[in-house]
C-alpha cells in the first residue's frame, strides 16, 4: 500500500470522479492508502476527454479536494 498525500490524486476530487461512490475510491479516500498498481481515470474538465488514467499519487495542479470524504454524483 502507497500513502496517498495531500495534494495527490487519490484525495482529490476528480480522481474517478464520474463513480466517486466506488467501494475502492471510499476506502482510499477514508484511508489514504493505495494498492501501488492502482489506477483511475482524471475527470478534470480539461483531462477527462482525455481519458487520463493517473494513479493515487500522481498529481498535478489541478487538485481539487474531496468535500465531506466523497461527493454526490447527482
Ligand atoms: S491528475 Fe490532477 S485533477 Fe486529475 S485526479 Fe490527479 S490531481 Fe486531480
Not at 22 to 38: G, K, S
Not at 49 to 62: E, F, I, P
Amino acid at each position: 500500500m502507497l500513502h496517498v498525500h495531500e495534494g495527490q490524486c487519490g484525495v482529490c476530487a476528480h480522481f474517478g470522479e464520474d463513480h466517486g461512490d466506488d467501494v475502492q475510491l471510499v476506502q482510499i479516500h477514508n484511508q489514504h492508502e493505495a494498492p501501488e498498481d492502482f489506477v483511475d481515470d482524471c475527470g478534470h474538465p480539461r483531462l477527462a476527454n482525455l481519458h487520463l488514467k493517473v494513479t493515487a499519487v500522481s498529481s498535478c495542479d489541478g487538485f481539487e479536494p474531496i468535500q465531506n470524504g466523497h461527493h454526490s454524483t447527482g
